[in-house]
């Protein structure tokens, strides 16, 4: 009989932690960001969270069969250290939560929330598989910036170019996050995007979308005049330059592909900081 601490580890791990871990803290710093009061703040992190946690919990219950099928030693499911049903119940479960913490937010944070957790699961639910699995990535991460934004009382929505920088950021996520699971996906049907331009292709596209995306955090603040640019942003650039530099070079050289996704998720959560540390305004 399994132990419940051993079930919560699997259920843990089957939720995708690194990633539910990056965008839950993304959501933290924009949120200090866009100036939300502690306890807005406080309610949104835990609703990106759970619902962080409800993506992560229904993907692999959604892939457990092609997980077996390649026996994934990484997924508690395909090992056995947890049940398809558990996983089922704990990602309804934080579905749910998710939805009910952004509701004191406001009907329209509500709204965006639960429309970035719809184009979520409809990754899981079949996307992932098609040549447009990068949509989801580019919707749920454009309106990403919105939930802090929104969460504020002034309940405004994000700039433009925040919702353009939220997309950018998402397809690189998206194309790297693909890289280590090329040859599994292969043997079980799943041609996303990636998968058909293949890892150097898909590791160049990353690369590109993340300048774009870093251009975007700098410049959007500013209305795009350049002479405004503030110091830091310009360093943090340069470094999202040399970070999208490592992950073609790290492509072109063969090797594996968890790296180049760390390297996306690090750049992302500098972005924010760099747009907190210099004061960038989210929502003009
Ligand atoms: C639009 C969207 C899904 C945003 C969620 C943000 C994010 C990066 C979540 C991580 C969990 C996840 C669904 C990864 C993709 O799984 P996979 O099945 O491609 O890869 P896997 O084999 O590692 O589970």
């Keep these: 009989m399994r132990t419940i601490s051993a079930s919560t580890a699997g259920l843990w791990k089957s939720a995708h932690p690194g990633p539910t871990l990056v965008v839950t803290a993304l959501s933290g710093v924009l949120a200090v960001g866009a100036g939300v009061d502690l306890w807005r703040g ?13 993506v ?39 579905l749910l939560l998710a939805l009910l913490l952004s509701a004191p937010l406001g009907w329209v944070l509500l709204i965006a929330h639960a429309a970035a957790l719809v184009s979520a699961w409809s990754y899981n639910l079949g996307l992932k598989a098609t040549v447009v699995s990068v949509v989801p990535y580019m919707v749920t991460f454009g309106l990403f910036p919105s939930l802090s934004t929104l969460a504020h009382d002034s309940g405004q929505w994000a700039s433009g170019w925040a919702w353009v920088a939220g997309a950018a950021l998402g397809v690189a996520l998206h194309m790297t996050n693909v890289l280590p699971d090329l040859d599994d996906d292969a043997q079980t049907g799943i041609r996303g995007l990636p998968h058909r331009l293949g890892g150097t292709a898909a590791a160049a596209v990353a690369s590109v ?5 870093a251009a975007a955090v ?11 640019i503030p110091a830091i942003s310009w360093l943090l650039c340069g470094v999202v330059v040399l970070l999208a530099s490592v992950t073609v070079l790290l492509s072109l050289t063969g090797r594996p592909g968890r790296v180049q996704f760390q390297v996306v998720m690090l750049a992302a959560l500098m972005l924010a900081v760099q747009l907190v540390i210099s004061g960038g305004s989210l929502v003009h």
């Design 42 to 54: 406080l309610l949104l992190v835990a609703a990106v969270f759970f619902g962080q946690l409800s």
């Design 56 to 94: 992560g919990l229904s993907n692999d219950a959604i892939d457990a069969e092609r997980d077996r099928a390649v026996q994934r030693k990484d997924k508690p499911i395909a090992r056995g250290d947890i049940s398809v049903s558990a996983a089922w119940v704990g990602a309804g479960g934080s």
């Design 209 to 213: 979308t993340l300048v774009f995306g």
């Design 218 to 228: 700098a410049a959007g603040p500013v209305q795009w005049q350049i002479s405004d």
